[in-house]
């Protein structure tokens, strides 16, 4: 299902030119869905170590997708935000995704469609709580 979903591909799409991996686009995801979240803050949605989330950080930066300035009241705290480039790329990747669902969820009746969403919220309620009493250590 992974490799069915290109969960486990190097890159997850392309957008004109710009290559985007599955885990910048999680990252360009959810600098687009906060109010100019902290780097800190988006390591910590993502549950990325903040090395890691950096180095993506300095990539899409490279790529002009993010900027990433200092907050003025304590220049060690950087703010993240997409530039017009950035938001291009990440509204592109959703509509894509969005466009890929439709057509999967194009392909099953309105019964198997229902248990689908209802199979994928009990699991992500039951990942949300396994979390909690079962972290993963990897």
């Known amino acids: 299902?992974?490799?069915?979903f290109g969960l486990l591909n190097k890159s997850c799409c392309s957008v004109g030119a710009n290559e985007i991996s599955l885990v910048q686009s999680h990252i360009l995801y959810e600098i687009d869905r906060q109010h100019n979240?902290?780097?800190?803050?988006?390591?910590?949605?993502?549950g990325m170590d903040i090395t890691t989330l950096s180095r993506q950080i300095q990539?899409?930066?490279?790529k002009k997708l993010v900027r990433k300035s200092p907050l003025p009241e304590d220049k060690r705290v950087y703010i993240l935000s997409l530039t017009t480039e950035g938001k291009f790329v990440a509204g592109?990747?959703?509509?894509?995704?969005?466009?890929?669902?439709?057509?999967?969820?194009s392909l099953m009746n309105d019964f198997e469609r229902d248990t689908v969403l209802r199979s994928l919220?009990?699991?992500?309620?039951?990942?949300m709580k396994a979390k909690t009493l079962y972290p993963l250590r990897c």
């Not at 299902?1 to 069915?4: C, E, F, L, Q, V």
């Open 1 to 4: 299902m992974t490799r069915n």
């Open 37 to 46: 979240p902290s780097v800190q803050q988006i390591a910590d949605i993502l």
């Open 59 to 62: 990539t899409l930066a490279k």
């Open 121 to 127: 919220k009990l699991l992500n309620d039951s990942i």
């Open 92 to 105: 592109s990747i959703d509509h894509m995704l969005n466009d890929y669902l439709e057509k999967v969820f």
